[in-house]
Nanobody, 126 residues
Framework: VQLQASGGGLVQAGDSLGLSCVVF????????VGWFRQGPGKEREFVAA????????MYADSVEGRFTISRDNGKNTVNLQMNSLEPEDTAVYYC????????????????????WGQGTQVTVSS
C-alpha cells in the first residue's frame, strides 16, 4: 500500500488550495483516510478524515467550515479542499490510511493509521 499526496504550494491568506491523496493498493481497501499536518516546531495534528465509502467525515475544530474532505470513488483518491486559508494553516500535510480499524470509526490519533504518504508543503503568506 502506498499513498501519494500532492497539491501543496504557496498561497496568500484568504486563498484556496486543493490537496489530493492517491491510495495505491493491490488488494483490499482502507477503512478510512485521514489528513494530518505538521507546522514548524509543532506536533503532527489531525485535520480531517473520511470513511472509504465516503459516508462519514469529521474535522478538527480549527478547520471546520473552511476545509472539505471528499472521496473520488473512481480514482482511489481522497481530496482536501482548503478555503479561507490562514497563515496558521502553514504546514506539511500528510495523508494516511486506516487499514485495520473498525469500519465506520474515524480516527483522530496518528496511531490509528497504518500507512502514510510522504507529505506536501502548504505555505500561507499573510
Amino acid at each position: 500500500v502506498q499513498l501519494q499526496a500532492s497539491g501543496g504550494g504557496l498561497v496568500q491568506a484568504g486563498d484556496s488550495l486543493g490537496l489530493s491523496c492517491v491510495v495505491f493498493r493491490n488488494v483490499g481497501s482502507p477503512k478510512a483516510v485521514g489528513w494530518f499536518r505538521q507546522g514548524p516546531g509543532k506536533e503532527r495534528e489531525f485535520v480531517a478524515a473520511i470513511s472509504w465509502s465516503g459516508g462519514s467525515s469529521m474535522y478538527a475544530d480549527s478547520v471546520e467550515g473552511r476545509f472539505t474532505i471528499s472521496r473520488d470513488n473512481g480514482k482511489n483518491t481522497v481530496n482536501l479542499q482548503m478555503n479561507s486559508l490562514e497563515p496558521e494553516d502553514t504546514a506539511v500535510y500528510y495523508c494516511a490510511a486506516d487499514w485495520a480499524g473498525d469500519t465506520g470509526l474515524l480516527q483522530t490519533r496518528r496511531e490509528g493509521y497504518d500507512f502514510w504518504g510522504q507529505g506536501t508543503q502548504v505555505t500561507v503568506s499573510s
